[in-house]
């Protein structure tokens, strides 16, 4: 079955790291995004890999603090995010399978859902 399942999230203090990975299974994707969503907010993409070109998107608030990256080996997904900021508190999901006509960081795009994990700056 295809399965995509987070892990990494946790309490942070500001200007700490974390790194979030999420490990598929069941088949191997070509594109894979995070998002992330906080209380009454809407679920905004953070970042995005086309692993075929190498290709990455960023939201403009975690250029250069963010990087996302993917093991092809390990089938794993990863988002290295550092010098956090109480602002990244959120809900993160990682997404796979956007469609070629699909915008990155549109949520309804995707596929395929992990189950989220807690990321809490404080």
């Known amino acids: 079955h295809v399965q995509l399942v987070e892990s990494g999230g946790g309490s942070a203090l500001a200007g700490g790291s974390v790194r979030l990975s999420c490990a598929a299974s069941?088949?191997?994707?070509?594109?894979y995004s995070w998002f992330r969503q906080a209380p009454g907010q809407e679920r905004e993409g953070v970042a995005a890999?086309?692993?075929?070109?190498?290709?990455?998107y960023y939201l403009n608030s975690v250029e250069g603090r963010f990087t996302i990256s993917h093991d092809n080996a390990k089938n794993t997904l990863y988002l290295q995010m550092n010098n956090l900021k109480p602002g990244d508190t959120a809900m993160y999901y990682c997404?796979?399978?956007?469609?070629?006509?699909?915008?990155?960081?549109?949520?309804?795009?995707?596929?395929?859902w992990g189950q989220g994990t807690q990321v809490t700056v404080s």
């Open positions: 069941g088949y191997t994707f070509n594109t």
């Open positions: 890999i086309d692993t075929g070109d190498g290709s990455t």
């Open positions: 997404a796979a399978d956007r469609p070629p006509f699909g915008n990155w960081d549109e949520a309804d795009v995707y596929n395929y």
